[in-house]
């Protein structure tokens, strides 16, 4: 059952007995647990029928016994166990989960990995409760869920600062939204207009003008000069652009460009479909077919390969991340 089925159920007032919430993505979590906690009841209603327990300090009778409770001036209560993979014994839930009472409404929220599918407990959840398993989505899946959640708030954001504020943040759903959130606050909720890459930049810290992307298109360009330049900025600022994640980015990029040979498609389009990509980068890769042959690209990745191995030093006498990156460039581009 997806996240928007048991919140549109919540919503109409449907409820089972026993929800567990488990997986890696947090965010999914968060958004039903933090949901529960704060409209299943009324206000009035939470003050006697809303008890919260953590993992860590939650011992499981104490837990059984709150979910066994009748609610006082309310039809249903509602116990929350958040944080309960750091839970001792967790097992011993199976007792109330097997005959859980229908006035309580139980969320177990079990973040990080999911219950072993060979244990009676897992078997339990999946015969009595509502299971809900998160996974982490994949990182070519950002964009587009990003995008619509910004959608879902009102407003718009153009390809470049999409693409600016996922590759910041990376695959952490909850920072996304945060910083998201931030970002419109700053805006002033003035939904007339798109957000963009300037926006990116002043509110959430990523340079438009120095960052992955920009030194992507310049390999891709064989722009000696601009990614010279974007490296030194790296260089002073080290958190912007650290090497462990650009030599993976770059060797993702050639990879891909290496594809492409084995493709019968040119176009945008179609180049994107064949390896993966938003078609708003399909021109850096068609870019990179005409500056670099095949032997050049093979080139590239073997180059990538070594300074990798140098970068955590392996065949490299001390020499610092942006001397390896530039030694790169000037390898590379010729």
Request: proline share 3%; aromatic share 12%; with cysteine.
């Amino acid at each position: 059952m997806a996240v928007d089925k048991i919140l549109g159920d919540w919503k109409k007032g449907k409820f089972k007995p026993v929800y567990w919430l488990e997986g890696e993505e947090e965010y999914y979590i968060d958004v039903l647990v933090n949901y529960a906690e704060r409209n299943i009841l009324s206000e009035a209603e939470a003050g006697f029928n809303l008890t919260v327990f953590y993992g860590k300090d939650a011992d499981w009778p104490a837990v059984i016994n709150a979910c066994r409770r009748y609610p006082m001036f309310a039809e249903r209560q509602v116990v929350l166990l958040k944080e309960a993979q750091q839970m001792k014994d967790i097992d011993k839930l199976e007792a109330y989960i097997d005959k859980p009472l229908s006035s309580t409404v139980f969320i177990v929220a079990y973040k990080e990995k999911k219950v072993d599918g060979r244990s009676k407990l897992a078997k339990l959840l999946k015969e009595k409760a509502e299971l809900y398993t998160t996974k982490k989505l994949y990182d070519n899946q950002l964009p587009d869920w990003t995008s619509e959640l910004i959608r879902s708030k009102g407003y718009e954001i153009t390809q470049k600062a999409l693409f600016l504020l996922v590759d910041h943040v990376g695959n952490d759903l909850s920072r996304i939204n945060n910083e998201i959130d931030k970002l419109l606050v700053n805006l002033g909720g003035d939904r007339t207009i798109s957000i963009t890459e300037d926006d990116i930049e002043k509110y959430v810290g990523v340079s438009k003008e120095y960052n992955v992307f920009e030194l992507q298109d310049a390999f891709a360009k064989k722009d000696k000069v601009k990614a010279i330049r974007i490296i030194q900025y790296f260089e002073g600022n080290p958190k912007a652009g650290p090497i462990q994640l650009i030599l993976p980015s770059i060797y993702n990029f050639f990879s891909k460009v290496y594809m492409i040979f084995g493709q019968p498609a040119r176009d945008e389009k179609g180049v994107a479909a064949a390896i993966g990509v938003n078609p708003f980068f399909a021109k850096d890769y068609l870019a990179a077919i005409r500056n670099y042959n095949y032997e050049g690209i093979e080139q590239g990745l073997l180059l990538l390969h070594t300074y990798n191995l140098k970068s955590v030093g392996v065949g490299s006498a001390g020499t610092g991340d942006a001397s390896l990156l530039k030694e790169l460039v000037v390898k590379i581009m010729g």
